[in-house]
């Protein structure tokens, strides 16, 4: 935690902020497709096609929602009318009749392109680059974000299951206005403007001359965010209707397994030093590139133990731990992926861009979830093996292009 009580204080509330919008959003992401698939009673094509769009455009809206920010609304304002939005949208699924659901979409589509930026530039401007303290400011932030991921499932589906779609809607939108409440209680404190930098000798502030491997984190981060999506949407499916979920009498809810991806980083921030020795030569550690290559590999072979189970024939029996395999392999490769491509694409850059470089990422995960819609959308119309098969060959031949890519540039000296 910083030193600093006004920037520790702060960075608590920020923290608390992230956590109390996460347990929401991370049960709807989790349960959205099986909220269109039972209470709206869409197909399942229909519902994961719907989900893809949804998680797309929350991510692209975020890069008009970061303009907002820098020209007209500031951190502050931006975020809170992002969990205003939020809120609202929550708050349409217990309407009745019900709400069309382009309005609820629209509404959380803009709630998430208005927070999401606005949060991490407060947290920017709490701790800017050059802060003695920023690091660990950031590594807690990652951990209340994680915390919350972990705790969304159980408890959105303990809700949901005794009080129903609405029951569970009117929780996450508390949530989220708690979440506002303890933002305006800090209102005066935190600011819009960045805070005095107290530099650090050992974190100078540089930039690195962009190069020819600038597109292959942005490839790297639409093939996963197309995997990652299948986690939401298809696998939830394939919990509630292929796996065998009674445990003495009590069926374990489909949204349960969404919290195994926080707790694996939860349990695997602290290991991950030691994975980065072992993947390391005698003579050199492994470059972000690199990393972001074997993070592409992890989310492909994520998928081949539920290619296994699917080409066992199990339809309805199936064991849960295929499952939870698979989600343990694709947050590994989430963990190598995710700050090794971000880290890349911000060395690229120099620091009057890397707003854009920003906004790019976003723009690249926003097309990964919509890619993810499309995929889910051949859940049903084609068989599980080749579902999970087509996941596979995307993940590893990705990775595979990235490489050969990777080697003809250093061949032409680029």
Partial sequence: MPSDPKARRLLVALCLIEFLERLAGCFVASSLVLYLNESRHLSTSQA????????????AAAVGGGILLDRYLGARLATLLGLGA??????????????????IAGLFVVGNGLFKPGIVALLNRTLPLGHVDRAA?????YVAVNVGGLCAPLLGSTAQVQFGWAGASMLTAILVACGA??????????????AV???????????QRPDGFSLMPLAALVTYCALYAQSMSTLMIWARDCAARKVLGWAIPPTFFAAVPPAVVLIGTPLLPALMRALSSRSRKPTDQE???YGVVLAGAAYLPMLWVALLGHQTDASPLWLVSCKVILTAGEMLLLPSALSALSGAASPERSGFVLGLSFGAQAVGFWLGGLLGA????????????VLTVLGLGTAAA???????????GR
């Avoid at 051949?378 to 098969?389: I, L, M, V």
């Avoid at 490489?403 to 032409?412: C, D, H, N, V, Y």
């Fill in 48 to 59: 994961t096609r719907i989900c893809g769009w949804v998680f797309g455009l929350s991510y």
């Fill in 86 to 103: 939020l809120c609202v949208s929550f708050c349409g699924v217990q309407v009745s009749p019900p709400v069309p659901l382009w309005s």
């Fill in 137 to 141: 400011g950031f590594y807690w932030f």
């Fill in 181 to 194: 409440s303890v933002l305006l209680s800090q209102w005066s404190a935190v600011s819009d403007a960045p």
């Fill in 197 to 207: 930098i107290a530099t650090h000798p050992k974190e100078p502030l540089r930039s």
């Fill in 291 to 293: 990393k972001t290559e």
């Fill in 378 to 389: 051949k859940w049903g119309q084609w068989s599980q093996p080749t579902f999970f098969a």
């Fill in 402 to 412: 990235m490489r050969a890519g990777t080697l003809l540039l250093r061949r032409s």
